[in-house]
């Protein structure tokens, strides 16, 4: 890979060469004794769990707000609960109380974080309880004009759901340090995966290269994701972590590098101003910055088996897994 400001010693968010793409690194796992309560069991929370059954796990609770969902949850390995929110659930509560881990993926709404709200009581009861992890994501910075941040740079978010996500941190780190449970703040970047990525998006024509002057995105594989959790979890670490690549790049580059892989010409260049997008995918433009992974690496040891996209939309080309 090319130098970038990632590997400039001037630059103090600076993301020490990580030569793990494509490798599988021997990940610390949940044992036989663990008990996993996953809420809000979606894309990356799915994959989390899906690793965690494979390597032994003892029990699985997972919810869906749609009872649609339930037979993909127990093919994952899980028993599945409906929950929306809306009201406290008794199979729920128990869950939790029984627990050991927990893992929640669901957002906050406009009142806050949906667990905290029906089921704080239950989470500060359970007596085995030795490690809590949450979904967060770099949204909550804001922008930063294309500069290079970390864990320690302003929360400064430019969206509502940025706000709440500030927030809702705030609450879980909170409840962790009263109740004496580690809590690990993952802030995920902009996730890709099997199913989910530019070699589908072209397939299906859904593809665009918007261009913006300067503007660059932090990625995350949801691969990487399941695993950074799986190891926070067996090290009952806790804190904030940023998840994200080693390259920040322009959205644009990799839609052409997904398009050499398949060997068609890509979509034609498009300016941001003229793009269609919806509200949802315009707003994301609004922030640029580079984020450092370094703290994931050196505090919790973390190694990326997909640092950056190339090795990562090389191995969904060629395994086929591209296609979910």
């Known amino acids: 890979m090319a130098d970038t400001p990632a590997m400039t010693a001037a630059n103090p968010a600076a993301n020490?060469?990580?030569?793990?793409?494509?490798?599988?690194?021997?990940?610390?796992?949940?044992?036989?004794?663990?008990?996993?309560?996953?809420?809000?069991?979606?894309y990356s929370a799915g994959a989390f769990l899906a690793l965690s059954v494979a390597a032994g796990?003892?029990?699985?609770?997972?919810?869906?707000?749609?009872?649609?969902?339930?037979?993909?949850?127990?093919?994952?390995?899980?028993e599945p609960i409906a929950f929306d929110g809306t009201a406290p659930v008794p199979a729920l509560a128990d869950a939790i109380r029984n627990a050991t881990h927990l893992v929640v993926s669901a957002p906050p709404d406009a009142e806050g974080d949906p667990l905290l709200r029906r089921h704080a009581d239950d989470i500060a009861a359970a007596g085995n309880l030795a490690w809590i992890g949450y979904y967060s994501t770099i949204?909550?910075?804001?922008?930063?004009?294309g500069g290079w941040i970390d864990e320690s740079a302003p929360l400064a978010a430019?969206?509502?759901?940025?706000?709440?996500?500030?927030?809702?941190?705030?609450?879980?780190?909170?409840?962790?340090?009263?109740?004496?449970?580690?809590?690990?703040?993952?802030?995920l970047a902009g996730i890709y995966g099997a199913g989910r990525n530019g070699l589908k998006n072209l397939a299906e024509g859904t593809a665009k290269r918007v261009i913006k002057p300067g503007q660059v995105f932090n990625r995350i594989h949801v691969d990487d994701i399941a695993a950074a959790t799986q190891l926070a979890a067996a090290k009952r670490a806790g804190g904030v972590f940023n998840l994200c690549d080693d390259e920040p790049a322009p959205p644009q580059d990799v839609v052409s590098y997904a398009a050499g892989l398949m060997g068609i010409a890509p979509p034609p260049e498009v300016p941001f101003d003229e793009a269609e997008m919806t509200p949802m995918a315009r707003s994301f433009y609004s922030d640029n910055k580079r984020v450092s992974n370094r703290a994931v690496k050196e505090r919790l040891g973390f190694s990326f088996r997909y640092p950056t996209y190339r090795p990562?939309?090389?191995?969904?080309?060629?395994?086929?897994?591209?296609r979910g």
């Open 16 to 42: 020490p060469a990580d030569t793990t793409a494509g490798k599988t690194a021997a990940t610390p796992a949940l044992g036989p004794d663990a008990r996993l309560v996953v809420v809000g069991c979606g």
């Open 57 to 78: 796990l003892g029990s699985a609770v997972a919810t869906t707000r749609h009872a649609g969902r339930f037979a993909a949850i127990r093919a994952l390995g899980a």
């Open 139 to 145: 949204g909550v910075y804001g922008d930063h004009d």
């Open 158 to 187: 430019t969206s509502e759901r940025g706000e709440r996500r500030i927030e809702t941190e705030a609450d879980w780190l909170g409840l962790g340090e009263r109740i004496g449970v580690p809590v690990t703040v993952l802030r």
């Open 312 to 322: 990562a939309l090389d191995d969904l080309w060629t395994s086929g897994r591209w």
